[in-house]
């Protein structure tokens, strides 16, 4: 018995610690910046919603009332090609993909007043897609990039 016990209790609290360790550093390697705010143009804008899991972006600002003041961040994990669709959104929106590393970066892509609609078959045929690769896109109501003078090319940094 007491030979068991010399084995078993040693082994036991290093596969705790192992799981442990792992869950600490799995959380440190997934956890996302979380960004409040970014500066375009000289002027700074809050990020009134963020999505970062998969269940987030799929929501992104579906059945919301949006003002001019709604700004949503999507952040993605790695540079691609993020299509986006309008189901069930209560205002049209104006899109800006972003190229970003530490904070900096460039607008990529813009879709502007992009239309919202209510029947869910019609929303995946009607999708909105870049012509460049992006990790993070920025939602706003219909105007926001026409009333803000923003551009593909212009410069970003998120805070």
């Keep these: 018995m007491q030979i068991s016990r010399t084995i078993i209790i040693p082994v036991f609290i290093l596969l705790f610690a192992a799981v ?21 143009n000289g002027k700074s804008y809050n990020i009134t919603a963020i999505a970062v899991t998969e ?10 009332t ?12 790695v540079l691609g090609i993020y299509p986006f669709w309008m189901y069930d959104t ?10 970003a590393s530490g904070g900096s970066g460039t607008v990529v892509y813009i ?14 045929n009607q999708t909105y897609t870049p012509n460049a690769l992006a990790n993070y896109v920025i939602e706003a109501k219909a105007g926001f990039v026409q009333r ?9 940094t998120l805070k």
């Design 20 to 40: 442990i360790l792992n869950l600490t550093y799995r959380s440190q390697a997934t956890s996302p910046k979380v960004y409040t705010s970014f500066y375009l």
């Design 55 to 64: 269940a987030q972006q799929i929501h992104g600002l579906m059945n919301t």
């Design 66 to 77: 949006i003002s001019n003041s709604t700004i949503m961040l999507f952040e993605f994990p």
């Design 90 to 99: 209560y205002s049209n929106l104006d899109m800006l993909w972003l190229n």
């Design 111 to 124: 879709e502007s007043n992009a239309t919202s609609c209510l029947v869910l078959a019609k929303c995946l």
């Design 148 to 156: 803000n003078g923003i551009s593909v090319g212009d410069k970003i």
